[in-house]
């Protein structure tokens, strides 16, 4: 079974940084696909960043050039984090990680695993 654990959110002004870790609880994830999903209130989960086991990375279009997903694979396992630079109001929402061993890309119902979320929230 697949655990994924989120940490890193919180509460930051406009135009600040954070960073988001996502670990695996009981099984390694490094031939795995993983990605950043978000999901604002009121609004569908929409994809953030994806990060394929190959190497192979992708951004949302609003989050290009500010956002960063990296993972991080010593110790035979992997942790994904999400670096958000110069964040904007329009970034608060819930952020959640998944998995996939063979599946990736922009729609949620291509990850079997998921994480619980963790709350950012951006104030003027």
């Known amino acids: 079974q697949v655990r994924l654990v989120e940490s890193g959110g919180g509460l930051l002004q406009a135009g600040g940084s954070l960073r988001l870790s996502c670990g695996p609880s009981?099984?390694?994830?490094?031939?795995?696909?993983m990605a950043w999903f978000r999901q604002a209130p009121g609004k569908e989960r929409e994809f953030v960043a994806s990060?394929?086991?190959?190497?192979?990375?992708?951004?949302a279009d609003s989050v290009a050039g500010r956002f960063t997903i990296s993972r991080d694979n010593a110790f035979n396992t992997s942790t994904l984090y999400l670096q958000m630079n110069n964040v904007k109001l329009e970034d608060t929402a819930v952020y959640y990680c998944?998995?996939?061993?063979?599946?990736?890309?922009?729609?949620?119902?291509?990850?079997?695993?998921w994480g619980q979320g963790t709350q950012v929230t951006v104030f003027l």
């Open positions: 998944a998995a996939d061993r063979l599946r990736i890309g922009a729609l949620p119902v291509l990850y079997d695993h």
């Open positions: 009981g099984r390694t994830l490094t031939r795995y696909n």
């Open positions: 990060s394929s086991w190959g190497g192979g990375i992708g951004y």
